[in-house]
């Protein structure tokens, strides 16, 4: 299926079912969320890559619907929006007064779901938990964040969503069309993250632990006297 849409031009990835919140500035994005809202209140969110000096639109991205806006001045507006479905551009139809583009719909559903695909993400659901709680952010999430969703694809969207990582690494779980590619590929970068973070754990408390041992030394008898 095929439709319109304003795009928004993100330096964020937005997934499917993810909220995120965007601090717009300049007549461009007014003209745009103001169209939006006299229409049906969805847009395309894509994240933009820059590259030498050079911008350019990702070709994956995540139709929007617009939740909530508000003015902070004359230009600036807060506006808050919720993942709903992956598109790809097929062309772009416009540029001014704000970028608009054909595109083309793609499933949030990934086919039929296997006992290996129940594995993984019984896997992925464990792993992520340890990755938060090693993160420390897990206290700082609503309590809706921590509770993943039973459908696998939804799964994969919120565990993009959650992985800090570099946003190119983001953009291509976004655009990865294959739901046991998607899942095996998180698996994968939760253990490394996972064992980064253990070392980088270690590290802390052994730095913590000698600056104490230092602190109870007598300087008379510290080793470096």
Known sequence: MRRDL????????????????????????????EGCLRGDGYLGVVFVRRWK???EPCEVGTVARILHVEARDEEGLNVVVRG?????????????PYPMARVELLPNRFGTISTELTRIANRLAALLYRYLELKAIADRLALAD?????????????????????????????ETEDLTELLQCELDILSREIRRLQRATVWRELLQTDAARRRRIPPDLAVWN
């Open 146 to 174: 921590l509770m993943l969703p039973t459908d696998l694809a939804a799964l994969g969207f919120r565990i993009g969503a959650l992985l800090d990582l570099p946003l190119r690494e983001k953009q291509r779980l976004l």
């Open 53 to 55: 000096g050079v911008t």
């Open 6 to 33: 304003p795009l928004l031009l993100s330096p964020t990835v937005l997934f499917p079912g993810d909220k995120s919140l965007f601090s717009l500035q300049g007549n461009r994005e007014r003209a745009m969320v």
């Open 84 to 96: 709903e479905q992956r598109f790809r551009i097929v062309e772009m139809l416009q540029y001014e």
